[in-house]
């Protein structure tokens, strides 16, 4: 069983974002609900800095983080 775990969480996706999916510093934590994910047996919550580079990847299951293209997080005030 624990082979089949490994061999799903291996599988990595691209999941776009709107600025607006960001949190207050920019982030987002995996696992997520906008990856399809079971929130809780997926793996770790960790929190991922999407607004720095304008994309993360999780360390746990390779899935990346990316803002759609013209998206800006930021100060614009």
């Given at each position: 069983m624990?082979?089949?775990s490994l061999k799903r969480m291996a599988?990595?996706?691209?999941i776009e974002l709107l600025?607006?999916?960001?949190?207050?510093?920019?982030?987002?934590?995996?696992p997520s609900a906008k990856a399809h994910m079971q929130?809780?047996?997926?793996?770790?919550?960790?929190y991922l800095d999407v607004a720095?580079?304008?994309q993360?990847?999780?360390p746990y299951c390779g899935?990346?983080?990316a803002l759609k293209a013209?998206?800006?997080f930021g100060s614009g005030h």
């Open positions: 624990a082979g089949k599988t990595s996706s691209l600025a607006s999916d960001l949190n207050g510093q920019g982030g987002v934590y995996c929130i809780y047996s997926s793996h770790p919550k960790v720095r580079t304008g993360a990847k999780c899935t990346v983080y013209g998206e800006h």
